[in-house]
């Protein structure tokens, strides 16, 4: 279900946020702006005459990951300035300008990935227009969210380090978070070293995606279980009419007594 997944990820991207900022009040800044990105998104789809679909819900959904980006953008940028001993003030002021330019190339390059979709002609085109303006309408309203209010919000909700009291599940996520970092750390040493294992493990794994890329099923949509079969009927040439209408409604009778079928609709030639 497209509208559940849609859910499931929002969520996903707020708990993605919480483990790695380690910091509550931080992320309610993105916690905000994800849904209220996401309202704007449905206020445009309504004034354009655009339904809550597949195309649109997966637009959605793939635009929850865009949306995000830039309000972290802008609220690591004024934690940094916070951690080096900055006034709030002051830290959201020069962090906000800093990054202001970056999240505003970030967000026209990715709706200026989406301009040869709107572009495009024929009937692959008129399905994918709506996917590629609803998702670009998300991203811009993300950047104007992200250039006005996660400013505010950072201004309002974020202290200074020594002011802030972190209890002991935020240590915890410290402590795992930078043993994290340490072996990471450690796996590109090792990689560093030895660059040739790196590059014929990368060789390789190129080599396998383009096998699977051949072998794995490809069709123009997913499929999916809608619950519903489509059947048609053919007779030989010499069946007279009365015939076909009288199998028609013998083969629709046999369907209502089947205890599997909620439902059936049948043309009836008469």
Do not use: W
């Amino acid at each position: 279900n497209p509208r559940v997944a849609l859910y499931v990820i929002v969520g996903l991207v707020v708990l993605v946020v919480v483990l790695f900022l380690r910091n509550v009040r931080a992320t309610i800044i993105p916690g905000v702006v994800v849904p209220v990105s996401l309202i704007g998104t449905f206020s445009v789809m309504y004034l354009v005459g655009y339904s809550i679909d597949n195309l649109s819900l997966m637009a959605l959904t793939v635009a929850t990951g865009f949306v995000v980006d830039d309000a972290i953008v802008v609220v690591e940028n004024v934690m940094r300035h916070l951690e080096q001993g900055m006034p709030v003030l002051e830290a959201t002021l020069r962090g906000a300008k800093e990054i202001g330019f970056t999240v505003l190339t970030m967000s026209v390059s990715l709706v200026a990935v989406f301009i040869p979709i709107l572009l495009m002609g024929g009937i692959v085109g008129r399905l994918f227009r709506e996917f590629a303006v609803v998702l670009s309408v998300a991203v811009l309203i993300s950047l104007a969210i992200s250039l006005t209010t996660t400013p505010m919000m950072c201004a309002l909700l974020l202290k200074p380090r020594a002011e802030e009291q972190r209890g002991r599940l935020a240590g915890l996520g410290e402590r795992i978070f930078t043993a994290l970092t340490n072996a990471y750390g450690r796996t590109l040493t090792v990689a560093m070293r030895h660059p040739a294992i790196t590059m014929a493990i990368f060789l390789a794994t190129f080599a396998v995606n383009i096998y699977l890329f051949r072998v794995i099923p490809k069709g123009f949509f997913p499929q999916q279980d809608n619950g519903r079969l489509a059947a048609n009927i053919v007779a030989q040439q010499d069946v007279s009419f009365g015939t076909i209408q009288d199998k028609m409604r013998r083969y629709a009778a046999i369907l209502e007594a089947d205890p599997g079928a909620a439902s059936n609709i049948f043309y009836d030639p008469g």
